[in-house]
């Protein structure tokens, strides 16, 4: 059965860091490119980001929004996703789910709340 | 950047009738491999996105056979033949084919 946990969420300051992690299983995660994409409370779906896998260059691509700020690395050995979010701002608040995106968009996480506040 | 154009944003639909979206993207999503990387998915209230469709008209695994995908390059078209009261929820596309990826806005359908 395939699983995607998300993990690392939280409350944290503007201006501070979170690195938040999705846990695969059930697929060869190492074959996969994968996404985090996002959503603040009450709004739609935001792509945040994706990395493809080594066989691939394992190069990452971002939104506008976070590029600077966020960096997304892969653990192929422990089947885990990570995104390491710095300088965050109030407007990063949101859910953040990770999701295989090749070859087939068809997994996704439970997703994880980050709030960030003063 | 290819953006994504989704109408409508709301979608009464009475049970048992017909609904169809429509999402259009600002290049075409006509991959090298003749595949058009454009996906579907729904929002169910409380739940995390699940894929509906995917390369414009491949329905997922289980999905029901009520919901059907159509379109290429540029206009693309999600339909329910017949609408139950388990598909209320939030219908997005997305475009799968280059980096940024994009989403619609998403189309909110409600049972009248």
């Known amino acids: 059965e395939v699983h995607l946990v998300e993990s690392g969420g939280g409350l944290v300051k503007p201006g501070g860091s979170l690195r938040l992690s999705c846990a695969a299983a059930?697929?060869?995660?190492?074959?996969?490119?994968m996404s985090w994409v996002r959503q603040a409370p009450g709004k739609g779906l935001e792509w945040v980001g994706r990395?493809?896998?080594?066989?691939?260059?394992?190069?990452?691509d971002y939104a506008a929004p976070v590029k600077g700020r966020f960096t997304i690395s892969r653990d192929d050995s422990k089947n885990t996703l990570y995104l390491q979010m710095d300088s965050l701002k109030t407007e990063d608040t949101a859910i953040y789910y990770c999701m295989r995106l090749r070859p087939r968009s068809d997994y996704w996480g439970q997703g994880t709340p980050v709030t960030v506040s003063s | 950047d290819i953006v994504m154009t989704q109408s409508p944003l709301s979608l009464p639909v009475t049970p048992g009738e017909p609904a169809s979206i429509s999402c259009r993207s600002s290049q075409s999503l006509l991959h090298s491999n003749g595949y058009n990387y454009l996906d579907w998915f729904l929002q169910k209230p409380g739940q995390s996105p699940q894929l509906l469709i995917y390369?414009?008209?491949n329905r997922a695994s289980g999905v029901p056979d009520r919901f059907s995908g159509s379109g290429s390059g540029t206009d693309f078209t999600l339909r329910i033949s017949r609408v139950e009261a388990e598909d209320v929820g939030v219908y997005y596309c997305?475009?799968?084919?280059?980096?940024?990826?994009?989403f619609g806005l998403g189309t909110k359908l409600e049972i009248k």
């Open positions: 997305m475009q799968a084919l280059q980096a940024p990826h994009a």
């Open positions: 390369w414009g008209s």
């Open positions: 990395i493809k896998s080594k066989v691939d260059g394992e190069t990452t």
């Open positions: 059930g697929f060869t995660f190492n074959i996969a490119w």
